[in-house]
């Protein structure tokens, strides 16, 4: 999988749960959804092509984000429970496709 479809499957997740999502999951769906276009389109201006690039971009955006206080505490523990749901479950699906 390449950082495009990486990014598809993600913002699929978070598409796909609209429907059955709590307040929460929206949010912080809603939220990262900026923090992961962005990650992949710096990834491709940069050559970064593996998924640990995205992930790590990602990873430093939102830490960046909480350093400017964009979150208060509880919101941040919504955020980066829900990007670990999401990777999991990005991972799981192609693991399972392969």
Do not use: P
């Amino acid at each position: 999988m390449d950082i495009f479809e990486f990014e598809r499957r993600l913002l699929a997740e978070i598409d796909d749960n609209i429907v059955t999502a709590t307040d929460d999951q929206l949010f912080a769906g809603g939220y990262l959804r900026g923090h992961i276009t962005l990650s992949v389109a710096e990834c491709d201006i940069d050559g970064r092509t593996h998924l640990r690039d995205v992930k790590s971009r990602v990873n430093r955006s939102l830490n960046d984000a909480i350093m400017a206080g964009e979150l208060n505490e509880a919101d941040q523990a919504l955020v980066e429970n829900f990007w670990a749901y999401l990777l999991n479950r990005v991972e799981a699906i192609s693991t399972s496709a392969s």
